[in-house]
C-alpha cells in the first residue's frame, strides 16, 4: 500500500472547539484501546531497564492533551521509579487536557528548545506519520541530541487491513476530524520497513523496531 499524504483536520485546526474537543476523546479512546498508551510506557520500559535507571526524566514530543505522559508517569511511579515528564507540542493550546502536574513547553520539534542531554529519554507517540521521510530523520537526531539515553516512538503501521479498520471505525467516532484523520493517518504511516531504513540514517549507536498491539510499531534509538 503507497504511502499518500492526505492533510489532517486536526492538524490544521480546521474545527470547532466542540470538534476538536469530541476528537481529542476520540485520540485518548485510540490510546486506550489500541496499544498507545501501553507502547510508550513499555518503551520506556525497556530503556530504564537497559541503563538501569532509578529515576525517569521523560520529554513527550507533540504530547498534546497529555494523557500519554500522564499515564506514564501514573503507571512507571505506581512500579516504584519516580518519572518527571515534560509536554512538548507547538502551540499551549494544544496542552490544556489532563496532566496538571506537567511541565509544558511550546515550540519547533525539528529545533528542540533544549539544551543537550537535557532529558533521559525523548518520545513521541503518533508523531512520526506527520512528517517527511527527511524530517523523520533530523527529527529522531534532534530528540537524541536532546536525550541523555535514548529516543522512543509508537506509531501507526501502514497497511490495506489497518486502513479498512481505520475507514470502518468511522460510524464509531465522535468527530467528523476523526472520521477524515484517522483513515488519512494510516495512509500516510510508515511500514516497519520504511523507519528501519529513516533509523539507519540517524546518529544513533543501535536501534530496534518491535511489533506493539495494534497494528502499531515501537522504535527505540540507543545512545551507547
Known amino acids: 500500500m503507497k504511502r499518500v499524504v492526505t492533510p489532517e483536520l486536526l492538524d490544521e485546526d480546521l474545527g470547532t472547539p466542540e470538534e476538536i474537543r469530541r476528537t481529542l476523546l476520540d485520540l485518548r479512546g485510540f490510546n486506550q484501546n489500541f496499544g498507545g ?34 499515564y506514564v508517569q501514573r503507571t512507571l511511579s505506581g512500579e516504584g521509579l519516580p518519572v518527571r515528564a515534560t509536554l512538548f507540542d507547538r502551540a ?18 525539528l529545533r528542540l528548545p533544549f539544551a543537550s542531554a537535557s532529558f533521559d529519554m525523548v518520545g ?21 541530541r536532546v536525550a541523555r539515553f535514548a529516543v522512543i516512538a509508537s506509531d501507526l503501521r501502514r497497511n490495506l487491513f489497518h ?32 523507519i528501519s531504513a529513516l533509523a539507519a540514517k540517524t546518529a544513533a549507536a ?15 534509538l540507543w545512545k551507547a
Open 163 to 194: 486502513w479498512a479498520v481505520a475507514y470502518a471505525g468511522r460510524v464509531t467516532y465522535r468527530s467528523r476530524l476523526t472520521r477524515n484523520d484517522a483513515p488519512a493517518s494510516v495512509r500516510r504511516a510508515y511500514t516497519p520497513a520504511e
Open 92 to 109: 499551549v493550546s494544544h496542552m490544556s487536557g489532563r496532566g496538571a502536574g506537567l511541565e509544558r513547553v511550546a515550540g519547533d520539534a
Open 37 to 70: 498508551f501501553r507502547s510508550v510506557t513499555a518503551l520506556l520500559r525497556n530503556g530504564v531497564n537497559k541503563y538501569r535507571l532509578r529515576s525517569l526524566s521523560f520529554l513527550d514530543v507533540a504530547g498534546g492533551s497529555g494523557d500519554v505522559a500522564e
Open 124 to 144: 513521541c507517540n503518533l508523531f512520526v506519520h506527520h512528517l517527511e521521510p527527511g524530517d523523520v530523520v533530523r527529527f529522531l537526531n534532534e530528540a537524541l
Open 206 to 220: 543501535s536501534f530496534e523496531i518491535s511489533p506493539y498491539y495494534f497494528q502499531r510499531f515501537g522504535l527505540a
